[in-house]
């Protein structure tokens, strides 16, 4: 009985080697017969919208948008097909039809659009800023026309007729004396005479005048009347300035707040557009920047309402000469890469960014489009 249990142990064993001999091809690996598999193709929308995507002559995109998408490409091995639209709306409805699995460019992270897509982590922190003419910024020279203004402005009025009205009695005071001197300097008659002591009191009063007092009296009125020229010619010069002041003041734009009653341009459909319209600031609305540009230059709007970073670069490039930014940047936002709701590309996109800001790529990046700072002051200087 023991031999025969040997035998089936035995035999057992040997089957049992002979079954994993037999599988060990199948269970062992082999890298020779798998190919390598291909990188994922992902369709990125975009529209051309300087700094962030730039169609080159040769027809190439670059900017500052599509260097970081290429670095994350590159990182997870996946090839790029771009599908181009003519704006931030094309490139979510791009999204939300499923033509696009990602969205590449300046677009603003909103409540509303979390709503309906997810957001990468911000690729940018931005905001709205404003440009106006380069002569809107510049010491005005002052013409005929706006001598005219001066000249028939209320301010000039008054203080003439001020003058008018305190020369009156130091005429008449002038007259009376000066008549009874040996050789008058003044008419003895009413007339001529109180239009000649007139002229005295006025031109005193201005520091101009060619009739001399000859009597001790009119002489110390003459002194007492210097002084008070003084005075009034003080009062008149600082509110004459304060006029100018104001005027300058008015015409300025250094903030939304002083949009109201200007000619203002902005893009459609853009967070841009909203927050105007949020204002009550009437705005012509164009389908795209470019639009928004040809009428601060061409029609002469007061100002152009947009993505700072975008501004910001027409103003350094295109734009020198042309416009500068005026006040600072206001309504803070971030811009980020969009995807579809639940998107498996948003982790690993997320994660690739998170590397690339840890290992000094995306400052690098960054530096390249918009200098040391993208948040500089308009001092300094969708």
């Known amino acids: 009985m023991s031999r025969l249990g040997s ?5 057992i064993a040997a089957f049992l080697l002979a079954v994993v001999l037999g599988m060990a091809p199948v269970l062992t690996p082999t890298a020779a017969a798998e190919p390598e598999p291909e990188p994922d193709a992902v369709t990125v929308a975009v529209h051309a919208l300087e700094p962030f995507v730039v169609e080159t002559s040769s027809g190439e995109l670059t900017g500052f948008s599509i260097d970081l ?3 994350i490409a590159k990182r997870l091995d996946w090839t790029t097909e771009y599908l181009h639209t003519d704006s931030v709306g094309g490139q979510l409805a791009a999204v939300a039809e499923g033509r696009a699995d990602v969205a590449v460019g300046a677009v603003s992270l909103t409540a509303d659009r979390e709503q309906h897509f997810d957001f990468t ?21 002052p013409g005929l026309g706006g001598f005219l203004d001066l000249l028939f402005s209320r301010t ?16 008449h005071i002038f007259w009376l004396i000066e008549r ?16 000649q002591s007139f002229g005295w009191g006025v031109g005193s009063l201005v520091g101009s005048t060619t009739t001399r007092a000859t009597r001790a009296f009119t002489q110390v009125l003459a002194i007492l009347w210097g002084f008070a020229a003084i005075v009034f010619v003080a009062f008149y010069s600082a509110n004459l300035s ?4 104001v005027a300058k003041l008015d015409a300025k734009i250094a903030g939304p707040a002083d949009l109201y009653e200007k000619s203002v341009a902005t893009v459609a459909d853009t967070t841009a557009s909203a927050f105007l319209r949020n204002l ?10 470019e639009d928004s540009y040809h009428l601060l230059r061409e029609e002469g709007y007061d100002a152009v309402v947009f993505d700072a970073p975008v501004l910001r670069y027409y103003v350094a490039h295109r734009g020198e000469g042309v416009a500068v930014t005026a006040g600072p940047v206001f309504q803070d936002e971030n811009q980020g890469f969009v995807v579809d709701i639940n998107s498996p590309l948003r982790k690993p996109i997320n994660q690739t960014l998170f590397c690339m800001r840890e290992d000094g790529t995306y400052h690098l990046i960054k530096e390249k489009w918009f200098g040391d700072n993208v948040s500089t002051s308009a001092a300094d200087a969708n």
């Not at 009025?157 to 020369?167: E, G, M, N, Q």
């Not at 304060?242 to 002041?245: E, F, I, P």
């Open 156 to 171: 000039m009025l008054i203080w003439l007729s001020a003058a008018v009205i305190v020369s009156i009695l130091p005429a």
């Open 180 to 195: 009874r001197s040996d050789k008058p300097v003044v008419s003895r008659s009413y007339y001529p005479g109180i239009v």
């Open 280 to 289: 009550g600031i009437d705005a012509t609305e164009t389908p795209t920047i």
């Open 242 to 245: 304060a006029t100018l002041t």
């Open 121 to 141: 982590q911000p690729t940018l922190d931005a905001g709205l800023q404003i440009i106006v003419p380069v002569h809107d910024t510049r010491p005005s020279v």
């Open 69 to 71: 998408w290429h670095e």
């Open 7 to 11: 035998r089936q142990i035995g035999a």
